[in-house]
T-cell receptor, first 113, second 111 residues
Framework: EADIYQTPRYLVIGTGKKITLECSQTMGHDKMYWYQQDPGMELHLIHYSYGVNSTEKGDLSSESTVSRIRTEHFPLTLESARPSHTSQYLC????????????FGPGTRLTVT | GNSVTQMEGPVTLSEEAFLTINCTYTATGYPSLFWYVQYPGEGLQLLLKATKADDKGSNKGFEATYRKETTSFHLEKGSVQVSDSAVYFCALRDSNYQLIWGAGTKLIIKP
């Protein structure tokens, strides 16, 4: 059973606030990913990491930033939230040696008012 | 470049009907192929996968066969249930171990 956790599950916050979405995995995977998704719609890769101190931007431009100081932890930060950031954020991890499939957390549903 | 095309949804079926969700891909080489399922309010779960041509992935009554000649990986189930209502995503794994995603197909099963 894959163990990847995201907190909070739901967040409603006002414009201009700084927020951090947490993502942790206990599988020791090197690769981790953040996706943005309007519910039930297409997935957009916004950040990924191939290991500690490695972060890259994905296909969709995002005002968020990420860090990877520990293998198990991959937080995403928005310095100043705006209504256009309202979306669902999904975190995932993978390990090439086991087939490369990605394991997903339950997601964080963010609403910026 | 690599890409995945899925049939547009929503697909609406009655319970016990036969399901096919089409997925075709464009890729160099022979990538691994995946089907994921997303239930309302949740993250994605791996449903099945195939790693080489003619492989058949199966899980929970769903099947998909890796067809190299037609570059397809269609998802099928013989008899759907209301609990199968979800969004289904087809994906391929590229050489950098990134997943290239289809747009998703919403499936609605009516009792």
């Amino acid at each position: 059973e894959a163990d990847i956790y995201q907190t909070p599950r739901y967040l409603v916050i006002g414009t201009g606030k700084k927020i951090t979405l947490e993502c942790s995995q206990t599988m020791g995977h090197d690769k981790m990913y953040w996706y943005q998704q309007d519910p039930g719609m297409e997935l957009h890769l916004i950040h990924y990491s191939y290991g500690v101190n490695s972060t890259e931007k994905g296909d969709l431009s995002s005002e968020s930033t990420v860090s990877r100081i520990r293998t198990e932890h991959f937080p995403l930060t928005l310095e100043s939230a705006r209504p256009s950031h309202t979306s669902q954020y999904l975190c995932a991890s993978s390990e090439p040696s086991t087939g490369g499939e990605q394991y997903f957390g339950p997601g964080t549903r963010l609403t910026v008012t | 470049g690599n890409s995945v095309t899925q049939m547009e949804g929503p697909v609406t079926l009655s319970e016990e009907a036969f399901l096919t969700i089409n997925c075709t891909y464009t890729a160099t080489g022979y990538p691994s192929l995946f089907w994921y399922v997303q239930y309302p309010g949740e993250g994605l779960q791996l449903l099945l996968k195939a790693t080489k041509a003619d492989d058949k992935g199966s899980n929970k009554g769903f099947e998909a066969t890796y067809r190299k000649e037609t570059t397809s990986f269609h998802l099928e189930k013989g008899s759907v249930q209301v609990s199968d209502s979800a969004v289904y995503f087809c994906a391929l794994r590229d050489s950098n171990y990134q997943l290239i995603w289809g747009a998703g197909t919403k499936l609605i099963i009516k009792p």
